[in-house]
Each structure stands twice: as C-alpha cells, then as structure tokens.
C-alpha cells in the first residue's frame, strides 16, 4: 500500500459513523468520548487497518512521544557485564511501555558523543531525558533545563544544579556493611572505592571512611573505576600495601568478583583470611565462589522511579526534587 492509498481519519469516522473530531481523540487517547463510540472507532480502526501519523500529530501537540536515556559512557561500558546499566534500562523500559511511550537510548562516552546528544535533545526531537551514570560536573542537564526540556538524573548532581533525581542511601548503606565487618571481629579493613568523579564513588568511599573512622580503625584505601579489571588491579595493590589485610568493602559487585579471584590467586581464603563485601546485588552475585555477601540498590526500581518523575515533569505536574530509595545488606557466605 502505498502513502496515497494508506486509509485516513475521515475513512474511519465516515466507517464508524462520527466525526472527524471524535476519531482524532479517541486515536489519541482521550477518555471522554463514551465506551459504545471508542468501540466502533477501534473497529473501524483495525477494519481498515488505519495507522496514526505520528509526525502530523507531533506538529499539532508538540509532543513526540519519546522520552531519551542518556548514557554518557562508551558503548563497550554499557555493553559489557555491569549489570547496572541493563538493570536502568529495563526499569526505564518497563515504565514507558506502560505509558505508551518510545525509549531513545543515546550513549555520550565521546566529546563527539557528548555534543550529538546535545544537538539531538535540544532539537526537541523528545519530550524529556534521563540520566544516568554521569560524571564530574557534566554541563548538559543543567543546560537541557534552562532550555525547558524536562530532566531527571540517576545521582544527585556533582554541580549541585537544581535537577531532580532519584538516588539510592549510599552512606548508609555502605556504614552497614562495614559494621557488619567490625561486629564479625575483622580490624583491618580496607576499600576499594568507585570513582572519585561520581557521586555513588565519592558517597560509598565517604561510608566507608566514616565508619572505621567511628570505631577508631585506619584506612587502607585503593581506587577503581567499577570496572572487574580495575577491582583485580586495586586488589593487588592493597594487598601489596597492606599484607595483613582481613577485610575488604569493594564499591561494586563486578570489582568484587575481580577482587575473589585476586585474593585466590594471592592464596588467602575468603572469609577466613579476608572477608569481602561489595555493592549492587546483582544477578551474578549469589554465584561467585564464595557467594558474594553485598549491599542491594533496587537499580531497576531506580529506573522506574526516575521515568514516572520525568513523565510527570513532562505533564506539568510538580514533582519531589530529591527522592532517595534504600539500600540493603544481603548476607552470603564471603563475609
């Protein structure tokens, strides 16, 4: 069938037996036209097979019904093993489908990326946009905002710019685990913290601190970036730092698995010789060896939450500025 010949609203209305009017807003939605007629035009709609246009109906709304999630991390991040990517993503999924609305995933790990993202959202080709996974002080939100394009971030902005987000209690969370480790007799208790140019890496390190810091213990600190070869290579370094280590609080599951095999590898046994918790719970973590002890963020609750708050921005609606889901300890057998 060619564009010509693709059936329009006045075939349909003239099928159904109504307006033309009436046609245009059940096809869009609208929940006051009563049951017997939204019926017949639904008929008429699937009998001729009528397809909206969702161009011409985007000039007349000025909405396109695509919210984007932005990523600004490379796609061989997003793509790889960390399951919180995945897990944001199937959330942000679940809530759009159910609000009858398209994802656009865009991925900004480039300055090239960076400024695509930038030309598309502000182009308006979407009617909100999430973030996640941002680091350091990323301009682009702010500026989307400024604009008046609604957005919603994963983590409290580094900038502190005035955004809404939705977060997990990170501090807390992380002061959990580590007591958990105090209260099982462990003293020397090191960390491998996440990135410093992240709000989850900066929060998780400053749970960490606080607590041995409270009972009278010293830091034994390595970085990483979340990544498994970065947890293996900070995992050798403590332990060349720091021999006599008996614990470990690794800032994310998938440095944490890196981290089991470092410690085999070195010939310490976990928990005997080092107990080691880390952060997440995801899908794999129950299948390390030894099951991996961790802190759980509901990460596709986060993405959930962050979509309902956009959709809600997006329909004029004031929303909760900050909104800070709870973490929890879930004990295994590697601490």
Do not use: W
Not at 40 to 62: D, F, I, K, M
Not at 71 to 80: D, G, I, K, N
Not at 268 to 294: H, M, S
């Amino acid at each position: 069938m060619t564009t010509a010949q693709r059936p329009t609203l006045e075939a349909v209305a003239r099928r159904a037996g109504v307006s033309r009017a009436t046609v245009s807003r059940v096809v869009n939605g609208s929940t006051t036209v009563a049951e017997p007629i939204r019926e017949a035009v639904h008929r008429a709609v699937e009998e001729l097979g009528y397809v909206p246009n969702l161009a011409a109906r985007s000039l007349v709304t000025q909405r396109t019904d695509s919210i984007a999630l932005v990523m600004p991390e490379a796609a061989t991040r997003v793509f790889s093993d960390d399951q919180f990517f995945p897990g944001i993503i199937r959330g942000v999924s679940q809530e759009l489908e159910a609000a009858d609305k398209q994802l656009v995933l865009m991925l900004a790990g480039s300055p090239a990326g960076h400024e695509r993202v930038a030309r598309y959202t502000t182009g308006r080709h979407v009617d909100g946009v999430l973030f996640a996974s941002l680091h350091a002080a990323d301009p682009l939100p702010a500026r989307l905002a400024r604009l008046g394009i609604p957005v919603v971030c994963s983590g409290r902005p580094l900038d502190d710019a005035p955004l809404p987000y939705v977060d997990v209690d990170h501090v807390s969370g992380v002061g959990r685990a580590v007591r958990h480790l105090i209260d099982s007799g462990r003293r020397r208790i090191a960390t491998i913290a996440g990135p410093q140019d992240m709000v989850a890496g900066i929060e998780r390190l400053a749970g960490y601190r606080d607590t041995v810091a409270a009972a009278g213990l010293a830091e034994r600190v390595a970085t990483g970036d979340f990544t498994r070869e970065s947890g293996a290579a900070a995992m050798r370094r403590l332990l060349d730092a720091h021999p006599d280590l008996d614990a470990v609080f690794v800032a994310s599951d998938l440095m944490a698995q890196a981290a089991l095999r470092t410690l085999r590898e070195a010939g310490r046994r976990v928990p005997d010789d080092v107990a080691v918790i880390g952060f997440d719970d995801t899908e794999t973590a129950a299948y390390t060896e030894p099951p991996l002890t961790t802190v759980r963020q509901p990460i596709q609750e986060i993405g959930r939450q962050m979509t309902r708050q956009l959709l809600r921005l997006a329909a004029g609606e004031t929303i909760e500025p900050a909104v800070t889901l709870p973490t929890e300890l879930i004990l295994r057998e590697s601490a």
